[in-house]
């Protein structure tokens, strides 16, 4: 891994995701970048009164003080490590911005918080985090606003056990690396076990000789819905970490549903890293 870049608007939310992308780019050796984007429209909502230039030239060296400041604040964090790191600042709409950044520099990861919602679907739903995991091919790391930040050292990794993931598998694999974690891959199948128990038995063998990490465990839950069997899984082995791919739609659609999300309380605590296809 050589860069992560990692979204600041200077909430709390952003903050928390900056202790778990500055500790993730000391434990890999990743230059760590900062970013902030804003937007002044040239005329006010509402008024015939415009905007001037001189606005954003003010605005850009005061904002980018306080991304040094918090450059100096995360070294001191992390004393005696070193951490590589740069900060930028351009105006622009955010996710825009966030996803053009992340293809400039070539990132390997991308560590944003979610805007200070009351409800995983307000924070997944029409926000900068939705859209950048839409725009982005890039693996993103998303920090709930209630999460707290502790060591990664239980990794859940939800797998439909397909081939196609080998690459994500193996991403997944060396991130743990960096943590010394425990890698536990969970398969929640809705059919009946034993009619699936033989080829899914050979998918997680195939699946276990792909990886460069011996920190792993894999486990079969069945639960018709496969949500509720991730939510239970996560609980039990109190993980620190959920990792999913786009391509769980089901997961992803009941991810954001309200009345879910408001009974399975644990993804406002931990970090959730989206994985593309």
Known sequence: MKNILCPIDFSEAATNALLYASDLAIKSGACLHLFHTYYFPSIIPFTELYLQPEINHEYEPEVKARLEHLINWINKVNAPASLQASCTVRCGLAADGIATMANEIKADLIVMGTEGANTIAEEWMGTHTSSVIKQTRCPVLVVPAKAIYREIKQMVYATELDEAEEKQVKFVARLAGYFGAELLFLHVEKEEMEAVQNNTLHNIRKLSRQLPYDHISFFINGNRDVQKGIDTFVLQKQADLLVTV????????????????????????????????
């Open 246 to 277: 786009t391509h769980h739609r089901n997961f992803l659609q009941q991810l954001v549903d309200k009345s879910l999300s408001k009974k399975q309380v644990f993804h406002s605590r931990i970090p959730v890293l989206v994985l593309h296809k």
